[in-house]
């Protein structure tokens, strides 16, 4: 995601979970109906991947591509993002049609909570570049590249479990040549997740706190 100015007035706020808490409980609310329809097919394909909790928070029609993958293109990467906005300014803007960007799932810094925002058999414009697009799963995790202390151990735990997960359903190998930042995506201009995300302890997670499975 582009870079905008912080927010530090309610970074306290949102780091207490009162407003996360807040909002998902109204947007769970108005989209009842949509996340019973929207869910159908994964939670049957879940049964088989222990996902962590999502709660449904649809972007706008306008920002992501209806598909129907795996069928129409296969899934081989899973793209690591970092949002540079607060949770709730990053799900406005995937809610904004003008915006043209979109995400799978964000996870947010306090407690690892997850937004799922695009169905993973649709395309979210998340990694800049479209054949990447068409073949991942993108998540977002709230916070700044260049402030490490947003890298929290809820997040790390939330965010590979999530992961593993998503290459448990499709078969993606757990390792850095399929699990990339979207600093990695061919033709891109963005830096995120950043030095300071701790890919060691991110691919220990995602393989249940086996060894390291590092590029050739």
């Not at 995400?103 to 990694?127: C, L, N, P, T």
């Not at 993606?172 to 930042?181: L, T």
């Amino acid at each position: 995601m582009e870079a905008h100015g912080r927010t530090p007035t309610r970074r306290a706020l949102l780091r207490s979970g009162a407003y996360l808490a807040t909002a998902a409980t109204g947007l769970a609310a108005a989209t009842a109906a949509t996340a019973t329809t929207a869910h159908a097919d994964d939670r049957r394909r879940r049964r088989a991947a222990a996902y962590p909790p999502t709660h449904w928070i649809p972007a706008s029609t306008a920002n992501y591509r209806v598909s129907s993958r795996p069928t129409s293109y296969p899934i081989d990467f899973v793209v690591i993002h970092v949002t540079q906005e607060t949770f709730p300014d990053a799900m406005k803007i995937f809610q904004d049609p003008a915006k043209q960007v979109s995400i799978h799932y964000m996870v947010a810094s306090a407690d690892g909570y997850i937004g799922q925002f695009v169905r993973e058999k649709d395309v979210a414009w998340h990694a800049g570049n479209k054949d990447y697009n068409n073949r991942s799963i993108g998540i977002e995790h709230e916070g700044w590249v260049d402030d490490p202390k947003w890298f929290t151990d809820e997040m790390y735990a939330s965010s590979a479990a999530l992961t593993a997960a998503v290459c448990d359903r499709y078969g993606i190998p757990k390792n850095r040549d399929h699990i990339i930042g979207h600093v990695e995506v061919p033709g891109t201009d963005h830096t995120d997740p950043g030095p300071l995300w701790d890919w060691d302890r991110y691919m220990r997670l995602v393989n249940g706190g086996s060894r390291v499975h590092r590029r050739a």
